[in-house]
Structures are given as structure tokens and as C-alpha cells.
């Protein structure tokens, strides 16, 4: 566990705090005016090796060999020059802080952190944290690496579960939910969607799955997986029968067999570590697509809604099961900017195939898979 302190006075400003992987969709945005739940767990902290909001760079006044220093080989919009290794927080876990009025940015319903650190240390008024709370973000706390330091408290070493233990105890996030909007003349009104979160875990996926194809036609597991992963698959690489194949694999399932090429592993929530079969099998040297621990969780084993005798009445705030909930209208959409994020970020997108695919998604000619 660790309390993280103010670099100019020494004031604590979290709770005690353990740390986690960086989840994949921290830096989602995801629709219009929607009220997207809080990033981090409470009591938990997470590491960011990018930079987040201003001062910003375009494309055109960066060294090629400067981006790929920060790990960047293709090209982007803009590049944050802002400091790195921010620790994400929830912002229930802040203390000893204020905000900052004049460093509102550019946000219609909250904070967006886009000009930077928007809370200073009530003590000694150092900015240390940025706020990010507006419509279609997630709701964090970014701790900004040169303005605070982490002191361990307790015992600073814990030992990650094991992957026997996850598989057994981990949650699953279900597919699909009601997302929470602003606006209406009576408040808050929801509407029934794909989950945010699967959407991000998909797009990080799928830049890892189209790396995997090397450029060849891909076969994912039926059910949940094809949905969310076959159709996008299929018009980004060429047409014809499948050349590679992908299967679920990681603690508890069959071992691959060894036509496999691809395994769809999940990642360590707490070390970041995706899953790997041990030893010399017969996919030891398949591509690893990572996902997260509870989106693996349930693609391996979906949770069916059933209904569940009750007596009683209903409290009015419950949501109700009758009807049995309805599935989104669409069809899946992987999340664009998390794909396109992890994909120019990966070494492999210099090829001329990839470039193309990456091309097109930056185009935005491929609307209707996003």
C-alpha cells in the first residue's frame, strides 16, 4: 500500500492505496453528453506512461525519431507534451485538495483536464492533480508525477493473486447495460447499449488481432466473440476462407491445440501480465491478444439473465427484470480511438499492410464498423 504525498510540503493527499494495471479504456470517450461511471476502483491506483492534455504538438513538428522514442510509429493527430507517469486515482481517494477555477478547460458538463493540473495542494497551493470529470469520460484523478511522490505504508508488497484465484473469484463485466445521459427536461435519462468498456477492450484487441493476422484472413470463436470481434475483422483484412485461427485460452480452459495461432488471453489485473500457456505446448508460440480479466471471464463462460423467484415488491430505484432486460438495437462496435491509440503504438504498424488498414481507420471511411 502506498499514500502519496505533496513534493512541496510533504501533506498527504490520497487515502492508502494499492496498485493495479492501467485499465484499457482510461483514455476512451465515448458518446454525446454521457455520464460514464468512475475509472479507478476505490482504494486502488494505476500508472499512465503517456502524457495526458497540453501543451500539444502536431504531427508535423515531430521528429519522426522522437516519436518513436516515446513509442509512437505512426503518425497521429497531436502529441501531448505534458509530464508522464501520472498515477490514476479514483476521486474518492483525493485529499488535501482544491480546485482550481481558472484551469477548467474546454468541458460543456465537468472537467476535462485539457489545460492541465486544475487541483493544488490546500497547504502550500502546488498544483498536483488534474480532475477529469466531464460528459463522456471516465471520472479519475491524474496525480501528476513531478508534483507528488509515493511513500510506502503497511505492507508495500502484497502477492498477486494467482491465476487459479482469478479465474475463480474474478467479476465478469456483462456485454451490455443502460448508459446514464445528460439533458432531458427531467433529468437524466438512459438508454440501453453495448458496455463502454467492451467497446475499449474490443478496439485494444483488434489492433493486437490485426498485428496477429499478418495480413491474412482470421477465424474467431462463435458466439459473443464473432460478434464482437468477426465482422470488423472480416471487412478490414482481405476476403477468403480463414487463413489463421484465434481461440479463448488462460487458466481453467483446454489447452489449444496446435492448428491454433492466436490465443485471446486475459491480462493480470494487478500486474498488467497477460496470461501465457507454460511450457512447450503446442501454442507456446501463438500470438497473444490480450483482454481484460473480466471481459475474458465472461466470453469464456457468459452469465445467461434468468429469471429469479422474489416476493415483494419492487423498490421504485431497482431495475426491473420484467421484461427480461433487451439487447442494443445495433450490432457491436469496437471503440475507433482505442483501437487507433494501441495500434501506432505498436512496432508492427510500420508495415505497408497495416499502414493502409490504419489509413483507413483514420479516414474514418469505416463509420459504419465504429
Not at 496470461?275 to 505446448?281: I, L
Not at 483501437?339 to 483514420?362: E, M
Request: overall charge negative; glycine content about 10%; hydrophobic content about 40%.
Amino acid at each position: 500500500m502506498f499514500v502519496f504525498m505533496c513534493a512541496g510540503c510533504g501533506a498527504e493527499l490520497t487515502t492508502p492505496l494499492s496498485q493495479v494495471s492501467l485499465p484499457v479504456h482510461t483514455r476512451q470517450q465515448y458518446g454525446n453528453g454521457t455520464q460514464l461511471p468512475v475509472l479507478m476502483e476505490s482504494g486502488t491506483f494505476a500508472v499512465d506512461p503517456d502524457p495526458w492534455g497540453g501543451p500539444w504538438r502536431t504531427w508535423d513538428e515531430i521528429d519522426p525519431g522522437e516519436a518513436e522514442a516515446r513509442g509512437i510509429y505512426a503518425p497521429v493527430h497531436a502529441l501531448s507534451d505534458s509530464t508522464t507517469g501520472a498515477s490514476v486515482i479514483a476521486p474518492g481517494d483525493i485529499r488535501g485538495t482544491r480546485l482550481i477555477p481558472e484551469k477548467r478547460g474546454d468541458a460543456c458538463c465537468g472537467l476535462d483536464g485539457a489545460d492541465g493540473p486544475n487541483m493544488a495542494c490546500e497547504a502550500c497551493d502546488l498544483p498536483v492533480a488534474t480532475r477529469i470529470d466531464d460528459c463522456s469520460l471516465w471520472q479519475a484523478v491524474r496525480l501528476s508525477s513531478d508534483a507528488v511522490h509515493r511513500v510506502p505504508v503497511g505492507s508495500a508488497h502484497t502477492t498477486p493473486l494467482s491465476w487459479a484465484e482469478l479465474a475463480a473469484k474474478g467479476e465478469k463485466a456483462p456485454p451490455f447495460g443502460p448508459i446514464a445521459t445528460w439533458g432531458g427536461r427531467l433529468g437524466s435519462n438512459h438508454y440501453w447499449s453495448w458496455s463502454p468498456q467492451w467497446e475499449a477492450a474490443a478496439g485494444h484487441a483488434l489492433a493486437h488481432l490485426l498485428v496477429a493476422s499478418q495480413g491474412q484472413p482470421v477465424k474467431v470463436p462463435g458466439g459473443l466473440a464473432s460478434d464482437v470481434f468477426q465482422r470488423t475483422l472480416d471487412a478490414l483484412l482481405p476476403p477468403g476462407p480463414p487463413k489463421r485461427r484465434a481461440v479463448l485460452a488462460g487458466p481453467g480452459q483446454p489447452c489449444p491445440d496446435a492448428g491454433v495461432d492466436i490465443l485471446l488471453v486475459p491480462v493480470h489485473p494487478q500486474t498488467g501480465q497477460a496470461w501465457a500457456p507454460a511450457g512447450r505446448t503446442a501454442a507456446a508460440s501463438a500470438y497473444l491478444v490480450p483482454l481484460p480479466l473480466e471481459v475474458w471471464l465472461w466470453l469464456v463462460s457468459p452469465q445467461p439473465y434468468l429469471p429469479v423467484p422474489a416476493s415483494g415488491r419492487i423498490p421504485q430505484d431497482v431495475l426491473r427484470d420484467d421484461p427480461l432486460p433487451l439487447l442494443p438495437h445495433y450490432l457491436f462496435r469496437a471503440d475507433r480511438g482505442t483501437l487507433q491509440h494501441t495500434l501506432v503504438r505498436l512496432p508492427a504498424v510500420r508495415r505497408p499492410w497495416l499502414r493502409t488498414i490504419l489509413d483507413t481507420l483514420t479516414e474514418g471511411t469505416s463509420a459504419d464498423l465504429f
